[in-house]
């Protein structure tokens, strides 16, 4: 198995992993609580834009993880469908 096959693996078991993803949607839900509060400090808004910026910085690396076995399955598969020309 390739590097990209094992963090491909690993990212797809995490965004699979009901405790990790509850993690997640709650510090985006806490962040929304926060957003719709009229009375809440920029302060208070500009910590919980920046933790949802994180939550989504995650989730984006673990999506580039799987994109980049996609890649190199299609890659492997071009490589050797032309050897087998």
């Known amino acids: ?3 990209a ?14 405790t990790f993803r509850d993690v ?3 510090i985006r839900h806490d962040a929304i609580g926060i957003f719709s509060n009229a009375n809440t400090s920029m302060e208070a808004i500009a ?16 999506d580039t993880r799987i994109a980049d076995q996609l890649v ?3 890659r492997n598969k071009k490589d050797q469908h ?3 020309d």
């Open 1 to 3: 198995m390739s590097k």
């Open 5 to 18: 096959s094992e963090r491909a693996s690993a990212a797809r078991n995490l965004l699979n992993n009901t």
């Open 24 to 26: 997640m949607d709650a």
């Open 47 to 62: 910590a919980a834009h920046e933790r949802v910026r994180a939550v989504q910085t995650v989730l984006d690396e673990l």
């Open 72 to 74: 190199e399955d299609k």
């Open 82 to 84: 032309r050897v087998n």
